[in-house]
Each structure stands twice: as structure tokens, then as C-alpha cells.
């Protein structure tokens, strides 16, 4: 053969101790490895399964990727890939590499890894390859990972979190390819990512957090090759790490204050208006902004607060007239472990909802608040102990009612309990407080169904099981309740014909779900049923030209089929329709909330979610009304109005079909139908 | 290719065996692969020495195949499988000048012959007859269990069934009821008739050369037809010296000069030894490649080392290691079949996977197979490989595979 290994062996120095089991598998894959490596090329077929059959095994434990990297040169040697594509490194496609690594098969995945292992060697330089050069290895990687940034970094959505461990693994993989690797090639990719997602003003920032420390990183180390990406990644590093002139050379949160105890008044309002920018300028907060703010507190001489949250005239209004419990809330929630409490803060006070008189009150009790045990335990769990819980819990609260609609759902299938956190944090906060009361101090959350009482704490457990803690300390604290309820109302409804949602979604949410409800597919056969019907009634009651002129006034949950970019249905999600309007070039666009940590989601046959730039307000997705009707399977309309008289064009009724029966509906169309389908 | 040693004999391996080509190829012997036409390209692509040959034919035409390979320079012919086992000793008869090695063949390869031969060899057998048809089948039945004071409605003591010529547990049947035998199919008669011994059922892989053990292997039946470990426990070891003299009576019975054999036994719970029937010809389960995995020396070069008249002394104590005392520790096989009637997918049992026995399954997709209804032993859907310290735990290991899913 025609490989060499250099006697450095990588990855060694990167593995870590390997835990018994990782160590026990490997002494399994070298027995593995020595069959494949006597048999002579035409027997090595059938030694080439076990090895992988092993590596996929390893590949599930920490430190397996690691492990495997020590011996990836070895295996290529021994004939691992005789015989597949694979052995041919120089004809692989990168755009393959990252789907391989979550196949259906653990073979293809040990058998990919154990590629992508191999390109790391030789671009590492401890092994070489006939057909493969360091650069050209390198090169390969850089778009593997520039192909898979989400998978490196980002966030989950709907058909990842399908996957489970295989995406844990993949992970796993990218992430110690990039540490060796480097990013520096990545980073123009990753930077226009970052901002796509902080466009979004997510509650939960500590991925991209992490992103930007990556980026710092490879500024810090190779800044110089950088060239026109460096603007732009200079930018989320300061934001993050050195917004001011006063910590511009990020210089440690004691000399920073140090600094300023030193600094003239111009100066601190400068250090303010500083902070103010970049936090609205990115949405992330800076430790020394909030070290700023704790600080500023107790400056007489000049309200430096409201400058440094940059509040406007309605913040500013909400200062003047809440000032105390401002300040409370930013000595209580704005900490070293908390800084993003701050820009949700600013947000609140923007939004005006302390002027609602239940406000200021609720807000009180939150401060007063004292969790009890096992909700003490599991946000102690999720956050660390930097902090009490109970500060984690508040800034979770500030930043959940200044930005509604960065709440995410995680890793975890609660796509409706976290809208309806959303949702109530938009428009009924002041009863989001009382849940979180409710479930702080009692460890329950109480509801009705119809004249029934629940209680979840008598509940069995729901799809969250415990309830996550990969999300924010609000979700973390409610999401096991309301999940346990909505299934309990599900359950209540049992034996009624069609859509439970009908009923839940009201009980669950509040008097503004409009009490109609139409569904798109036939709950019993799971084929559509008077589809045009129902096209036809979404028109009616949310397109202004056809409902006259009404606009939505409370977010109205709906239910989506969610479709991957091949337009391949995935499963049924939970979104809330907020508004309907005209974006700028005069297209009518629906608005919407996702409940997904990243809504910019391409849902195949070019309907791709927008997040920006087409009118969108922060955390909303959007899309042109007609993309956003064929993606959708139920709504709630309000079953008074009868708006007969209104023609809604055939035609127009007819491309939306067609866009749904060519993707999520595809299996979907009624036998009856199929004929006479273009009618 | 090895660099091959002029000086050492020219092995002919007769029948297609991919691992023992493998094997040999790796080896300091020349050697030729005689098989099918069919395998006739892929030696030509892979530089691996071959003659064609269609062992399906009858046997006539062996001295033809004899007078070819004598022409190649063949020294001996090694037989791969059951079916080559006759031709093997056809063409040795002629290489070696030793016509008795013809039908010391025959012996081996007529089951009902092997077993008188072992008897009057002085070897204890159990109750055997010969079946022409399902009448002699019923007959047998009958008889045995009146042998053993049944009445009427007390349920049978089996009976097993094994086609004559078959290897292994292919064809073999255990016959408990009138029902069992009319599902015998017309083509597996003749065949032999044997009662049933309740027991420890076990076998042995011997290595034999100047008429002398070069090294014995037992391996232990955790299940017939299921799993297998090698080397056995400690309990079963126990008896190797009995079992070597079993070995050297059939040494004698069957006049064995050289070469591999492959018995099976009964040890019942009186402690009697039973000889069930004796192949000569690797064994199926891969139980070389667990001898391999336990000892770390290859089976088939060690047949190499049997059959070549050309291996010295010398050679062969440095071939083989020390039986027990060398292995570096149990190796064992599981033969997996569908215990579902409708199955989608391969899943390894997440208890197995995680297990530190458990080393690599060979296991097929069912996408390539149907789950047929198992009459005879029938075949399974590949071998899941364990290696480990604790021979016990090893087979207890091996029995509850048995009540696990693998294909869901």
C-alpha cells in the first residue's frame, strides 16, 4: 500500500483519558483491524464489516472519534476501504460527507467517520497518502465543516432532532475536526451565520456565544489571512468581549472597574452609549456591560442606567415611572452569569408592559420568589451554580418578556409549550407570572379543560419526560407542566371526532384562540379532506384583501407540516400566525412565530422561510401567503363570522393544492381525488 | 502472495472456500485451488493459482483430476468441504501411492458405514439404523420408545434423522412424532437413524500426522446448531485425556495417517463417552477462526502442515501450541437466526452491543432474506463473535442469546 504514517501519531495528545468502555472497544477494533490487515486484497471484504461494525460502536462513547483518529491511517492501510468509493479519497464529495454521517446505516456512519478520520490525519500531517495532500485534505475538511456548520455549533430543528445520538455523534465528529482544523477558512461562513441567527433574537445566545469565542480565537491566531471577513467577525467579537473604549483591549472586568471608578462623566456616558449600540446592534450583552450597569447603580451623580440600556421614549417613559423596581430587578438579575438579563430588560421596558397595572406587582413577587425542590435542583441542573437559581429564573423572566419570541424549544419535541410561553409572554404576561409562580413555589401548574380541573403535578409524565434543560430557565421551569397538561387535555378529548386541537387550543391558551377550527386532513384516513375548501376559509379569515381588512390582533396557533429541503414531509410542528401584511415590495407575507430555536428554514421546492429582510420583526419567520397556506394543516378561525359573498380565485386555490400535494401531501390525496384532481 | 518454500509440498485445495484461500495464500506453501469453473475469473484477477473443476460430476473421472494436478506438481489434495471429501481421497490415493486412502474416504462420507466401522473399532455408539423411507423412519421411532417402556401417550424420546452425505447440522432432524417424519422430503433418504442421547454434546478439531495428534482442540456446544466455544471449560477439560484415547482408537479404526478430522461426541450423564459421527474437513461455524482467535495460529495452515508429506518434526512443534495452557483466552460464536415471523431490520440487542464479550457480528440484512420456517436445523443469518476470560460466563453468555431479538 501506498500509505505512510509519520511517528508522531495524532489525536493522542486530543483524546483525553478514554473511559473503560471507549478503551475496552478499541482493544476490540484493534482485533478487528489485525483480521482486515492479514487478509490478502481479495478477502478483505469480508473483514472490512466487523471493523466498521466496531467503529460505529466507539464512535457512541466520548472519546470514540478521538480513538478512531489514532488508528485512521492504520485502517486505511489494512484495506478498510478496498473496494468502496471510499477508497478513492480524492473523488469524494464534501456535500456527502455530512448526511453519510447521520445514514440510516452505522455502517456508512463508522465508515464515513473513518474517512473523515483519515482526511484529518494527512491534513494534519501525521499521515500521508498517495492520492491525498495535506492541502488538498485540509481543503476538503474546511468544506465539511463549512457544509455542516449547524451541526458544528447551531442549533436543532424538526428532522435533525430525529436523529438522536446519531446527531450527538455527528457532532462529536465536526467539532474535533474543527478543533484540529482550525477555522479560519469557516469563518467567513460562520460570521454571515452568526448574524443570520442573531437577527433572530434568540433568548438562548449561549451557542452562538460560544461561535463568537471560536471566531476570537481564530482572529486572535491567524487575523492576518482573514481579509474582508474580518469586519464583520470583529465586530461579534467586540460586541462580545470589548463594545467601549474603556474595554476595547478586553482587560478584565477589576481593572475595567478600576477604570472607570477613574473615568469623567463624558467619558462613563460614552462607556454607556457604547454598551447601549452594540448590545442593540447584536442582541448579546457583554460581561463588562453588565458589571456597567451593576455599577451604575449606585452612581448619583447622573442616571447612567437608561443610557446604557439604551432605552427610547417608551423605555424611557417606563424608567421615569418604575424606577425602583428597574433597579431592583437589574441588582437582582443582571449578574456576571446572567449578562443577557440586560438586553431583555431593555427590551421590557421598550415594550411598555410594566405600564400594565398587574406588572410592577408580579414582577415584585418574582423578585421575592424562592424555588423549592426538585425545581430548585433541575435549574440548578440547566444553568450551573454561578448563580442562584432563583437569578437564573429572573433573568430568564426579563429576557422572556422583552423577547417574546426568542423563545426556543431545544432539543426536545414541546413545540407547543414553548409557543404558548411565547405567546403568553407577547400578550398575557402578567398570567405567564403567575404561572411561574405557581410552579416555583408549588411544584404544579393549574388549568381547566371545559369546567375540569387539572393539576399537573397528578399527571404522568409527557413527551419532555422531566422536561428540558437545554433551554431557557422559564421553559426549563414550565415546560414539564404544560406538557404533562396539554396531553391530559388530549386525553380528555378522547372519543370526540376529529382534531383535538379544536378544543385544547383555546382551553390551553386563552380566550383570543378564535373557537373555529379547520383541519386539512382527515384525522382517521391521514388523507386531505375538502381541502379547498379549507384553503379557501384560510383566505377568508386571515388574508385582508378577502376578510376585510381585519388584521390579527392575538397570535392564533396553527399547526404546519414541516418539510425538509427536498419538500419531504418530516412531521407535524406547532407555529402561531402573528400578523399579515404587505412586506415592502407589496407581496403579502404572513408573519409567524417559530417555536424552533432557528426559524430560517428552507422547506424545499422553494418555499424558504425568511428572518430577515422582508419586513420581519425580531423572531419572526415569514414567508409570501400562498408558500406559508401550502405548508399549513390546521388553524382557528372564529366560527360566527360567515363571509359567503367573498370569492376567493380558483386558481389561486389550485397552486397552493398543487404546492402541497407536491410535498407534504403527496401520500395524502383522497383515492376519489386523484382523477379529478385538477378541478 | 507469500514467498513460497520450494522445498516444502504443493497443497491442492479442493472446493471454494474464500477464508482458507485466504489463509493459504498467507502461507509458505504453493498452492492450487481446484473448484468450479465459475471462480475461474476471480483467480485470474486476484493471481490466485487455479484449476477448474466440477466436483458435482461423479467420481469417475478422479484419476483424470489426479493425473492433471500430478502434472502441477501437486503433492496432496486438502478437501474444504464434505462434498470433496471423496474426491480428496480419490486423488490422494493416486498422489501418495497409498490406495487405501480411497476408501478410508468412503468411510467418511456414509454415515451409517462410518459408524459400524467405529464400532467394530471398539468404539461405543448409540443405537443407529439405516432409513430408506418414512416407514423404516416410524419403524425406528417405535421401537426406541418401547425400548424404553413408553405407553402409549407418554410423549416420545426423540429420534435424530441425518441424511447420509450431508455436513453438519444440514439435514439433520429430530424427529418426535408421525407428523415430524412426513415432513421429511423424498430427497433426504437414504439416511441415518439414531437415538437420542441426553447429554453433553461436544467436538473435536484434531490436527493429525504420522498417525500421531499434533493437536487437539474441544469445543464446547453451548446449543447444537446455535453456539460454540473454544477452548471448553475447565468441567469438559476435565476428561481430555478419555477423550485423546477416543481420538487415537478412531485414529486406528479409521486407519488415519495424516490430515484433519472433525468427530462429534456424547458424554452422557452416566460418564460415558458416545462417538456421534466424524468429519474429515474443517468444521462449519467458523470454529477455526475461534481456534485462530483463542491460540493465535491459523486452522488452515495448520491443515497445510497436516496433509504436506513434506512437514517436518520440527516444523510442526513449532506450528502448533500447548492445548488450554496457550489460548489467551474463550472464544465463542452465536449462530443468528430471525426468531420473529415478519422482520424489518438488523438491531443488535443493546445488552449485547454493550457487553465487553462481544466483539463483531457478521450478520446479514434482511433485505437479502425471507424468514423461511426452520424444518431442519436449517441456516443461520450470520455469527456474532465473543471473546472473553470466564468460560462460564462465556456460555451462559451464549445460551441467553438465544432469547434475544437481533432482527426486529
Known amino acids: ?679 | 502472495m507469500t514467498e513460497k518454500n520450494p522445498d516444502k509440498g504443493h497443497v491442492a485445495l479442493f472446493g471454494w472456500s474464500l477464508n482458507a484461500i485466504d489463509a493459504v495464500d498467507r502461507f509458505d506453501r504453493r498452492y492450487l485451488v481446484v473448484a468450479p469453473p465459475w471462480a475461474e475469473e476471480y483467480c485470474a484477477q486476484n493471481d490466485i493459482p487455479f484449476m477448474a473443476w466440477d466436483f458435482d460430476r461423479l467420481n469417475e473421472r478422479s484419476y483424470e483430476l489426479a493425473q492433471r494436478l500430478e502434472e502441477r506438481g501437486v503433492d496432496v489434495a486438502i478437501p474444504i468441504f464434505e462434498e470433496t471429501v471423496e474426491w480428496a481421497g480419490a486423488v490422494n490415493a493416486v498422489l501418495l501411492k497409498n490406495p487405501r486412502l480411497l476408501g478410508q474416504s468412503m468411510l467418511f462420507r456414509d454415515k451409517s458405514l462410518m459408524k459400524r466401522r467405529a464400532q467394530l473399532g471398539g468404539i461405543r455408539v448409540g443405537v443407529f439404523e439405516e432409513a430408506h423411507d418414512r416407514g423404516d423412519v416410524i419403524r425406528f421411532l417405535k421401537r426406541v420408545n418401547e425400548t424404553l417402556l413408553k405407553l402409549d401417550g407418554d410423549p416420545n424420546d426423540p429420534i435424530h434423522f441425518k441424511a447420509f452425505d450431508k455436513s453438519g447440522t444440514a439435514g439433520h432432524r429430530v424427529i418426535r412424532t408421525p407428523e415430524d417424519v412426513d415432513n421429511i422430503p423424498d430427497e433426504e433418504f437414504p439416511a441415518l437413524l439414531e437415538s437420542h442421547l441426553d447429554g453433553w454434546e461436544f467436538a473435536v478439531e484434531a490436527w493429525i500426522k504420522d498417525r500421531k495428534i499434533q493437536f487437539l482442540n474441544i469445543s464446547e456446544y453451548v446449543t447444537l446448531g446455535y453456539s460454540v466455544f473454544v477452548p471448553a471449560t475447565p468441567e469438559l477439560e476435565a476428561h481430555r485425556e478419555r477423550i485423546t484415547k477416543e481420538i487415537e482408537k478412531l485414529i486406528e479404526a479409521f486407519d488415519i495417517e495424516f490430515g484433519f478430522i472433525h468427530p462429534e461426541y456424547f458424554l452422557t450423564s452416566d460418564n460415558t463417552l458416545y462417538f456421534g459421527e466424524v468429519a474429515y474437513r474443517p468444521p462449519g461455524f467458523n470454529a477455526l477462526e475461534l481456534i485462530e482467535r483463542a491460540y493465535g495460529f491459523n486452522g488452515y495452515q495448520g491443515l497445510v502442515v497436516a496433509f504436506d508429506p513434506k512437514t517436518t518434526k520440527e516444523e510442526l512443534d513449532a506450528f502448533f501450541p500447548e492445548a488450554v495452557t496457550d489460548a489467551k483466552g474463550h472464544a465463542g460464536c452465536f449462530g443468528v437466526y430471525p426468531r420473529r415471523r415478519v422482520v424489518s431490520r438488523l438491531e443488535v440487542p443493546e445488552e449485547t452491543a454493550n457487553h465487553p464479550y462481544f466483539e463483531f457480528h457478521e450478520l446479514s440484512d434482511p433485505r437479502e432474506q425471507k424468514v423461511a420456517k426452520r424444518s431442519a436445523f436449517g441456516t443461520h443469518w450470520g455469527l456474532a463473535y465473543f471473546f472473553g476470560d470466564d468460560p462460564h460466563k462465556l456460555r451462559d453468555l451464549l445460551k441467553h442469546q438465544e432469547e434475544l431479538d437481533f432482527y426486529v
Not at chain 1, 437545554?470 to 397538561?485: E, F, G, K, N, Q
Not at chain 1, 432557528?598 to 422553494?606: F, H, K, L, R
Request: with cysteine; net charge negative; glycine share 10%.
Open chain 1, 1 to 679: 500500500m501506498s500509505v505512510e504514517e509519520a511517528p508522531d501519531r495524532q489525536g493522542d495528545s486530543t483524546a483525553g483519558a478514554p473511559d473503560a468502555q471507549a478503551m475496552r472497544l478499541c482493544g476490540t477494533l484493534d482485533v478487528a483491524i489485525e483480521r482486515l490487515e492479514r487478509a490478502r486484497p481479495f478477502a478483505k471484504t469480508r473483514y472490512q464489516r466487523p471493523v466498521l461494525d466496531v467503529a460505529a460502536r466507539l464512535l457512541s462513547v466520548p472519546g470514540g472519534f478521538a480513538a478512531l483518529c489514532t488508528r485512521a491511517m492504520r485502517m486505511d492501510r489494512a484495506g478498510l476501504f478496498a473496494g468502496s468509493d471510499w477508497d478513492t479519497p480524492e473523488a469524494l464529495l464534501p456535500q456527502l460527507s455530512g448526511g453519510t454521517l447521520v445514514s440510516d446505516d452505522p455502517i456508512y456512519r463508522a465508515l464515513e467517520a473513518s474517512s473523515l478520520a483519515r482526511f484529518l490525519a494527512v491534513a494534519s500531517g501525521a499521515g500521508r497518502h498517495d492520492n491525498l495532500h495535506s492541502e488538498g485534505a485540509r481543503h476538503f475538511l474546511t468544506q465539511v465543516l463549512a457544509l455542516n456548520l449547524r451541526d458544528t455549533f447551531g442549533t436543532v430543528d424538526e428532522a435533525q432532532r430525529a436523529l438522536g445520538d446519531r446527531l450527538t455523534v455527528k457532532r462529536e465528529i465536526l467539532r474535533h475536526i474543527a478543533e484540529t482544523v482550525g477555522l479560519t477558512d469557516v469563518l467567513g461562513v460562520m460570521v454571515s451565520e452568526i448574524w443570520r441567527l442573531l437577527e433572530q433574537r434568540s433568548v438562548q445566545v449561549g451557542v452562538v456565544k460560544d461561535m463568537i469565542a471560536q471566531i476570537a480565537l481564530a482572529l486572535h491566531e491567524r487575523g492576518a489571512e482573514l481579509g474582508n471577513t474580518r469586519l464583520g467577525a470583529e465586530r461579534l467579537v467586540s460586541a462580545l468581549f470589548g463594545p467601549t473604549a474603556g474595554s476595547l483591549d478586553d482587560p478584565g472586568i477589576d481593572a475595567y472597574l478600576e477604570r472607570i471608578a477613574h473615568t469623567d462623566e463624558v467619558g462613563l456616558s460614552r462607556e454607556a452609549m457604547g454598551f447601549a449600540r452594540a448590545m442593540h446592534d447584536t442582541g448579546l450583552v457583554s460581561d463588562y456591560h453588565a458589571a456597567f450597569l451593576r455599577w451604575a447603580l449606585d452612581y448619583r451623580d447622573r442616571p447612567l442606567v437608561p443610557e446604557a440600556l439604551g432605552l427610547g421614549t417608551t423605555g424611557l417613559d417606563s424608567w421615569r415611572h418604575y424606577r425602583r423596581v428597574i433597579e431592583d430587578l437589574i441588582r437582582a438579575a443582571v449578574t456576571p452569569a446572567t449578562p443577557q438579563a440586560a438586553y431583555g430588560l431593555a427590551m421590557l421596558l421598550e415594550r411598555g408592559v410594566l405600564h400594565n397595572a398587574p406588572m410592577v406587582p408580579a414582577l415584585d413577587r418574582q423578585l421575592r420568589l424562592r424555588l423549592k425542590g426538585a425545581t430548585r435542583d433541575r435549574i440548578a441542573l440547566g444553568f450551573g451554580e454561578a448563580a442562584p437559581p432563583e437569578t437564573h429564573l429572573l433573568a430568564g423572566v426579563l429576557q422572556i418578556l422583552g423577547q417574546p419570541l426568542g423563545v426556543g424549544q431545544g432539543a426536545n419535541p414541546t413545540c407547543q409549550s414553548a409557543r404558548a410561553i411565547a405567546m403568553w409572554a407577547l400578550i398575557d404576561p402578567d398570567y405567564l407570572l403567575h404561572l411561574i409562580g405557581q410552579a416555583a413555589e408549588f411544584e404544579t401548574v393549574q388549568m381547566q379543560f371545559e369546567g375540569t380541573e387539572i393539576n399537573s403535578t397528578d399527571l404522568p409524565v409527557g413527551l419532555a419526560g422531566f422536561g428540558p434543560i437545554d433551554a431557557d430557565p422559564v421553559s426549563v421551569l414550565l415546560v414539564t407542566h404544560l406538557d404533562r397538561i396539554y396531553a391530559e387535555m388530549g386525553r380528555l378529548c378522547a372519543g370526540r371526532e376529529g382534531d383535538p386541537h379544536r378544543w385544547i387550543n383555546p382551553q390551553f391558551h386563552g380566550w383570543w384562540v378564535a373557537r373555529g377550527c379547520a383541519v386539512a386532513v382527515d384525522v382517521a384516513t391521514g388523507k386531505l379532506k375538502a381541502y379547498e375548501d379549507f384553503l379557501r376559509r384560510f383566505f377568508l379569515t386571515y388574508h385582508p384583501e378577502y376578510n376585510g381588512g381585519r388584521p390579527v390582533s392575538h397570535p392564533q396557533p396553527a399547526g404546519i407540516a414541516v418539510t425538509d429541503a427536498n419538500a419531504q414531509f418530516v412531521g407535524w410542528h406547532a407555529i402561531a400566525i402573528l400578523r399579515v401584511a404587505e412586506d415592502q415590495t407589496g407581496r403579502m407575507r404572513v408573519y409567524f412565530y417559530n417555536p424552533n430555536n432557528d426559524s430560517g428554514q428552507n422547506w424545499g421546492d422553494d418555499v424558504i422561510v425568511s428572518t430577515g429582510g422582508n419586513g420581519e420583526r425580531y423572531g419572526e419567520g415569514s414567508l409570501e401567503f400562498e408558500d406559508f397556506l401550502s405548508r399549513i394543516y390546521l388553524f382557528h378561525e372564529d366560527p360566527l363570522r360567515v363571509d359567503d359573498e367573498v370569492e376567493v380565485p380558483a386558481e389561486a386555490l389550485a397552486d397552493v393544492r398543487r404546492r402541497a400535494v407536491a410535498s407534504w401531501a403527496a401520500e395524502r390525496v383522497p383515492d376519489a381525488d386523484v382523477a379529478g384532481s385538477d378541478a
